[in-house]
């Protein structure tokens, strides 16, 4: 493959929701720029860019893969991204290094939840883009429909530059609203249309539409607008001049149509990419191919061969074989040896990349996603993407003692390549967590474990981290005596207990006067009462959010020691927690979801049966979110429930925001099973 200037460069992210036909597009572009001998589909498992093994089997795309193909005089750098709403977070990075965006909606379905979401992410990036109506040869598909639901949701600046020849089975091809010319395709073909005239059956349509394309690239541009009023219509170049600059200024967001199934409308797609979409040398990135060479790493992959690949874009300068350049975050020296471009998980070979371009290198030693590489000497850094934290998180267990001794690394490799996942061992129920995105999302780590390290685990719900605190106050007197002959034990304090506000945990208030317990035993007698309150009262969970106040006790001179008052101290916590009216607290957790506006009412209701709290509904477009404050045990199976209540159309998102306390039929089970469980340990035992 040649070197490309970045002004011959165009760096495109395909987004959509689930099944609208992305990856289908892509492989039909790679056929149709001579990449692969046949088209290829998802049905097949088979195509370029879902290569996974996981992708393979469950036919949607899990993780962005690029694409990198040659057309006429540029360079795509097509980035897939998943539109399964689990795993948008992997197509916010990725989005990070394109210059622009196809959006790819159903032609059936119109948009969706996940369509609305990634318009929004490419919002955030400020990235130009068009729109593609695919599917259009399906059963039901309406262009016009899918049309108006784009500009319900999007506005009147989706305008279309394309009108399709035929619907349903009797789709065949598109008309250019540009040139006014038709294109017709071969069912499966390369991709490559036939150019003629415009039907005549279609020539009424094609001049309304025509007129308002022009009418809205005029509008934008003072000039355009004069020779508009003047001529009534505008000549095909100032039409394509004027929409380039809206195109770039993102006044107008063209709407072309295909059917990426049978490789129909291919070539439209790959020329207005390269006509109207901006090269990475005019958007707000400032890439530059002079000065020091810098890069951004947007993604890193670990393949069974290669070992850890790192997908990167060139920000400024050219980037050549063997070079060395320093990682700004752990200050790494890495050699780039063997650069390339991708095709899926192929790497070909290039001698250099050029500011702009998009590139992949294997076995790098310390970087990882949202690194800089640059220059010895330099002060580059560019800024990471931020990610949500996971929404649920399951407990992981090795099935062997040799799955456990090797689970721990094999996972760490699994977190290089997905950053929207944590492990972390609960500090409270002692298990070891996975947490991702939804339930999917971490069964697929699971499998990952499975086929390539060989580690076999199993995953079940988390225990909830309950906790116990104080509703009252209570006034004891905690006296450990033990005395058989020589020295004996005796410690004797006397302690308050009362509630603090949510989250204060604990505070030891020390008011002995007068020498009654000396000042060595007293610390023994706060451990004490810490050491009793992680074990728990009611049933076996920390107490937190509670004041003791040590006012009096005595003392032995020869019997009294550390450990007795210690246990004094202990003894003294479980009189109080008798008469302060102990309470279970469980963690309550902020949830919000985007799903349709017609399921509202459904979810509303669904958090009410949760024991949930709705506190805030908002509406964009056709979505509606809505904001709930939920308990976590109510919300263990809420990623299955939520997808079968809104056939997958909707994403949730969740996060710790504070204890409250259990209502009390419900803290009466959680007493009940941890005291059977506790019974089951010591039988066991026994």
């Known amino acids: 493959m040649k070197v490309y200037d970045g002004s011959d460069i165009r760096n495109v992210a395909l987004a959509g929701h689930l099944n609208c036909g992305k990856t289908t597009l892509a492989s039909g572009i790679a056929f149709a720029c001579g990449v692969g001998s046949r088209l290829t589909r998802v049905d097949e498992g088979n195509t370029i860019t879902d290569f996974d093994d996981e992708e393979t089997a469950r036919k949607i795309t ?50 969706e939840v996940q369509t609305e979401k990634m318009w929004s992410i490419s919002d955030e990036f400020g990235l130009p883009r068009a729109l593609v109506i695919n599917k259009l040869d399906r059963e039901r598909a309406e ?8 500009q319900e949701a999007f506005g009147r600046t989706a305008v279309p530059v394309q009108l399709p020849l035929g619907s349903e089975r009797d789709f065949k091809g598109v008309i250019d609203l540009i040139t006014m010319r038709s294109y017709l395709y071969e069912v499966g073909g390369d991709g490559k249309g036939k150019e003629g005239e415009i039907p005549a059956d279609f020539k009424e349509a094609a001049d309304e539409a025509h007129e308002a394309l022009v009418e809205m690239v005029a509008e934008g541009d003072d000039k355009l607008m004069e020779k508009f009023f003047e001529a009534g219509t505008l000549p095909v170049e100032d039409i394509r001049t004027g929409l380039r600059k809206a195109v770039l200024e993102r006044r107008i967001f063209p709407v072309l149509c295909a059917s990426a199934y049978n490789n129909a409308g291919t070539d439209a797609v790959l020329n207005f990419a390269c006509e109207y979409l901006p090269s990475p040398l005019e958007t707000e990135q400032k890439i530059s191919a002079n000065g020091p060479v810098s890069a951004f790493v947007f993604k890193t992959a670990a393949d069974v061969f290669a070992g850890r690949v790192t997908y990167f874009k060139v920000m400024s300068g050219v980037i050549k074989n063997d070079m060395h350049l320093i990682n700004a975050r752990s200050s790494a020296d890495e050699r780039l040896s063997h650069i390339g471009c991708l095709q899926g998980k192929t790497i070909v070979p290039v001698t250099e990349l050029r500011g702009g371009d998009i590139g992949a290198v294997a076995k790098l030693k310390e970087t990882l996603t949202n690194d800089t590489l ?36 094999a996972i760490h490799r699994i977190l290089e390549e997905d950053q929207s996942l944590r492990f972390y061992r609960d500090a409270q129920t002692k298990e070891f967590l996975v947490a991702g995105c939804g339930q999917q999302h971490v069964e697929i780590v699971c499998a990952k474990l499975k086929k390539r390290y060989h580690v076999d685990v199993e995953l079940h719900a988390p225990k909830i981290p309950y ?79 509670f004041r003791v106040t040590l006012y009096d006790g005595s003392y032995h001179d020869v019997d009294s020691n550390e450990l007795s008052f210690k246990l004094a101290g202990r003894k003294a916590f479980k009189l109080a927690m008798e008469q302060a009216k102990p309470a279970l607290l469980e963690p309550i957790m902020n949830v919000e979801v985007q799903a349709p506006v017609e399921y509202a009412g459904d979810l509303m209701g669904d958090f009410n049966s949760r024991r949930g709290r709705v506190s805030g509904m908002d509406t964009k477009g056709s979505t509606q979110i809505i904001k709930a404050q939920v308990p976590m045990a109510e919300m263990l199976t809420y990623q299955n429930d939520l997808t079968s209540m809104t056939q997958g159309r909707a994403s949730f998102s969740m996060e710790f925001d504070h204890y409250d306390f259990v209502p009390q039929q419900q803290a009466e089970k959680v007493i009940s099973a941890a005291r059977a469980a506790k019974e089951g340990e010591v039988e066991e035992d026994e």
């Open 143 to 150: 262009f016009q429909r899918a049309l108006d639901a784009i």
């Open 467 to 545: 906790r116990e605190t104080i509703r009252g106050s209570a006034d004891v007197h905690g006296r450990h005596k033990k005395q058989t002959g020589g020295h004996g034990q005796f410690g004797d304090c006397k302690i308050k207990m009362s509630p603090l506000p949510r989250g204060e945990k604990f505070e030891f208030v020390n008011d002995i006067f007068g020498g009654a317990i000396p000042k060595t035993f007293i610390p023994a007698v706060e451990k004490g009462i810490l050491e009793a309150a992680e074990r728990g009262y009611l049933a076996g969970y920390p107490v937190v959010d």
């Open 62 to 111: 899990i993780s962005s893969a690029v694409l990198t193909v040659e057309w006429k005089k540029n360079k795509l750098n097509l980035i897939d991204t998943p539109g399964f709403n689990i795993f948008v977070n992997d197509a916010r990075q990725a989005m990070q290094a394109a210059d622009a965006g196809l959006i790819v909606v159903d032609g059936v379905s119109g948009v």
């Open 374 to 409: 640059a220059e010895k000497g330099t002060q580059i850094e560019y800024p990471a993407v931020k990610l949500p934290e996971p929404s649920i998180a399951y407990a992981i267990q090795a099935k062997t003692r040799q799955d456990e001794d090797r689970m721990g690394q």
